[in-house]
């Protein structure tokens, strides 16, 4: 055989290793992690993929040395490192060789598809638990000088230990500014503390009415605000048809095309409205009337069996703290300033932010969200079961 035979040969059982592994991988998530794919101990799969490619690398070298035309040594030896890349990065995930990360195992499962790995979307991922040693010895360590701003940067009138504490740069000095506009003018806040908590059974029934109610007070123009895409789907396809039959456009992320598609329609109607999670809660920016009413339906906290997440809070726990109001609150804090922090984009802006999760003013910790508000800006709670009468 030719050493071109012997290639093809080569990327073939390549192929077939690949198969094997993600099958192995999907296996192993079904029968050890289905809850969310945290892979605790090194090792926890074989590798079978990486000596195969480390052997078809060598191969594509070989052939890169008797190439003829330059364009052919420049794509093989691209092809040579791709699969070095390949070995040695599976090796690093599966052996858990950098310390102070969690590694996991994400499988996406299309419906009606049951073999195998065929159809699945295996992501092995390792993510840094604490960066704050590293970005301190880095970078705040280094002679330089370091200037960080942001919108949401502190998590209450001059609060920055939060993100100073994960960044580390506990030492730094900080300041807060007002905003530039006159948002106790252009906007108010509206609390339905009538509204069952998120956790109960209820909870969703409860939200369409207050919704349709919520929209109908700005003719539209709004964005709902969700903290996950089942909660999404499961509402916007309750009330998409109510919508229409009211004459508004209705978009919903994941279902109606990439968010920037979305952004663009959602501008070209005033009385539209759009259903988004997480990439909907910042960096979006619509100017003038299109954008008048977010509703935000529940207070945005991470959900705590994430790998990350949980990774995060044990180590938080391990040095005696308290995850929940040291790590969850803060957060979800910052992501709420980013959800109503869509609202006023320009000194012509005015509009409303609904927010219907009760807890924001029946749980103690609901205090931090509320001083996160911007100062001046009117708070109106509802306080009886009728989902028609605002009380100021």
């Known amino acids: ?10 990327s073939l059982q390549c192929r077939d290793a690949c198969d094997d592994q993600m099958a192995m991988l999907v296996e192993w998530h079904q029968r050890a992690a289905p809850r969310n794919g945290r892979m605790r101990e090194p090792d926890a799969v074989p590798n079978v993929l990486s000596e195969p490619m480390e052997a078809l690398s ?50 996406s499962v299309p419906e009606g598809r049951r073999t195998r790995s065929r159809g699945r979307r295996v992501t092995l991922k390792c993510d840094a ?18 200037i960080m ?20 740069c506990d030492d730094a000095e900080t300041i807060q500014l007002g905003s ?12 339905d503390r009538s509204m069952p908590e998120p956790s109960d059974p209820r909870y969703i029934d409860a939200l369409t009415p207050r919704l349709i109610e919520a929209i109908q007070r700005t003719d539209g123009g709004a964005f709902i605000l969700f903290t996950s895409f089942a909660m999404l789907d499961r509402v916007a396809n309750a009330m998409r048809q109510r ?21 663009t329609r959602f501008r070209q109607d005033e009385r539209s409205v759009l259903f988004g999670t997480s990439s909907f809660w ?16 529940r207070l945005p906290f991470d959900v705590p069996d994430r790998p990350l997440i949980e990774a995060s809070h044990e180590r938080i726990l391990a040095q005696g703290g308290k995850p929940f109001f040291e790590d969850q609150v803060p ?26 999760d009760p807890r924001i003013v029946t749980k103690g910790y609901g205090r931090s969200f509320l001083d996160a508000l911007p100062y001046g800006v009117i708070v109106e709670t509802l306080d009886v079961a009728d989902d028609t009468i605002w009380v100021e």
């Open 149 to 168: 701003t942001s919108a949401t940067l502190a998590t209450g009138p001059n609060d920055f230990k939060h993100i100073a504490g994960r960044l580390g």
């Open 129 to 146: 638990v604490d960066v704050s040693e590293m970005l301190r010895e880095r970078l705040f360590g280094q002679n330089v000088s370091v």
């Open 180 to 191: 530039p506009f006159d948002l106790a003018r252009q906007m108010r806040v509206l609390i």
């Open 331 to 356: 957060k979800a804090v910052l992501r709420f300033r980013q959800g109503i922090g869509r609202l006023i984009r320009s000194a012509d802006d005015e509009g409303i932010v609904v927010v219907l």
């Open 58 to 107: 060598r191969m594509l070298r070989m052939l890169r040395e008797r190439a003829e035309k330059e364009s052919d040594e420049f794509e093989l030896n691209s092809y040579a490192i791709r699969a070095d890349d390949i070995a040695r990065e599976l090796r690093m995930l599966l052996g858990q060789d950098i310390a102070g990360c969690v590694y996991y195992l994400d499988v």
């Open 243 to 263: 919508l229409l039959d009211r004459g508004h456009p209705v978009l919903v992320q994941g279902q109606d095309g990439p968010p920037g598609v979305l952004l």
């Open 1 to 10: 055989h030719t050493l071109v035979d012997r290639a093809v040969q080569q």
């Open 282 to 297: 910042q960096g979006v920016d619509v100017r003038g009337r299109g954008l008048r009413n977010v509703i935000i339906t």
